[in-house]
């Protein structure tokens, strides 16, 4: 069994009620997890409150996994993160600073483009080793960290038409790169 | 000859890809949010390419996201949570009511043996009765309503106990498996008189009467909203 079909199989059995395949899918993916609301939102207390939160919800939603059509994974990170992402901005934490000098367009592409060998990237990773490296790294602070608009233009000291417009750009370039 | 008030488009714009991305990471302004949810709806290819970013981006976060191990307590209070919930359910509450009916008989009959509370002159001619025993919740109240049917009327006797700081105190019909409704809101005073509707009178009989406590002004959603501090069974008198 994969790692993926075996969080399928556990959220099957927790769509059931069965509490025992529930601790186990808590055991499985809560580190990760936690390793996502800790990244948004830089408290151990507030993380801890998210996922506890998400894990209600997903003993209360988990009938509702099969017809969404996400990936085991996938549908655990999507809620973990826009649970993150909501309390981070109920709580408007202000954004962790960027360097106006990482933001010149012309940055070159990161060292990660070079690291990696290009057998096993994955083509996400791939995709944003090919965006000049200040743009890859703000649609990373607004995926990962949960930046907003707002949060990003803050953090850059660039209007946000402007950071809208280069977080566009970036996103078509991936989207075209990704369909390639 | 081109057109100076249209600002230039760029490649970008009006591409439901994009839109779908920044969707995916909450990117968009609330208005725009709430248009592209309303689209989705109807477009399955939007929520495709959603569900694809969704995934695409899932994979940074399983790639460049470290583990890190929450505290024991987090299992610990979830179990708790979902598995030994201690706030009990509207009807869990009510259902002991039997149990203290007996104590808060006596404690009534003493309080007012004792001239604690003295009977208005004009009390009700009671045909049915309840005595509100407390709930774990409702400690020291002691309750009693009168109905008298004839004149559509209940009488309200806190003999003992008040509502906490801030709250006052609803009393709520529950006949059968309906949902609670209110009857009012108890008078700060020992006594109060409340008239009934004769719909109302007549789910009365067997019916049970409970006290729970709302903010002023009384529960804002027409249900039960705070604990359940007394409750017991309408009998004839």
């Not at chain 1, 990760?32 to 830089?42: E, I, S």
């Not at chain 2, 970013?53 to 994979?59: D, I, L, V």
Request: glycine share 6%.
């Amino acid at each position: 069994m994969t790692p993926n079909e075996e969080v399928e199989n556990l959220i099957a059995r927790v769509a059931m009620g069965d509490r025992s395949a529930f601790n186990r899918l808590y055991d499985r993916t809560s580190a990760k997890l936690f390793g996502v609301c800790l990244r948004v939102l830089n408290d151990r207390a507030e993380a801890e409150e998210v996922l506890q939160d998400v894990f209600v919800t997903v003993w209360n939603k988990a009938d509702s996994y099969r017809v969404n059509g996400y990936s085991p994974m996938t549908w655990l990170i999507t809620i973990t993160r826009n649970r993150a992402v909501d309390r981070r901005r109920a709580l408007r934490l202000p954004p962790i600073p960027i360097e106006t000098a990482d933001l010149l367009p012309d940055s070159k592409p990161g060292p990660e483009a070079t690291a990696v060998a290009a057998a096993d990237a994955r083509q996400i990773t791939a995709c944003l080793d090919e965006l000049p490296r200040a743009r890859a790294h703000l649609v990373r602070r607004a995926y990962l960290d949960g930046d907003s608009y707002a949060d990003l233009s803050e953090a850059t000291g660039v209007n946000l038409n402007t950071i809208r417009t280069w977080l566009r750009r970036s996103l078509l370039a991936l989207r075209e790169c990704l369909s390639r | 000859m081109s057109d100076q008030t249209t600002p230039p488009i760029d490649p970008e714009d009006d591409d439901d890809r994009v839109l779908a991305a920044e969707y995916t990471l909450g990117l968009l302004p609330d208005t725009e949010r709430t248009a592209f949810e309303a689209r989705m709806a109807s477009d399955a290819d939007l929520r495709a390419e959603v569900i694809a970013w969704h995934e695409q981006f899932a994979t940074v976060i399983l790639d460049e996201v470290d583990e890190v191990a929450p505290s024991a307590q987090v299992a610990k209070r979830l179990q708790t949570r979902l598995f030994k919930p201690e706030k009990r359910s509207f009807w869990q509450q009510i259902w002991p009511y039997g149990l203290g009916g007996v104590a808060a008989a006596l404690a009534l009959w003493l309080a007012v043996s004792s001239g604690l509370i003295t009977p208005e002159e004009d009390a009700l001619r009671a045909d049915l009765v309840a005595e509100l025993a407390p709930t774990p919740d409702g400690e020291g109240l002691v309750i009693r309503a009168d109905v008298d049917t004839s004149r559509g009327a209940v009488q309200v006797i806190r003999a003992a106990g008040t509502p906490p700081e801030g709250r006052v105190f609803e009393l709520w019909l529950i006949a059968g498996d309906a949902a609670p409704v209110s009857l009012g809101l108890l008078r700060d005073d020992t006594s109060t008189i409340i008239d009934l509707p004769q719909e109302v009178l007549a789910l009365m009989p067997g019916a049970v009467l409970a006290v729970s406590d709302e903010p002023p002004g009384g529960s804002p959603t027409g249900a039960p909203t705070g604990a359940v501090r007394a409750a017991g069974q309408l009998t004839s008198s």
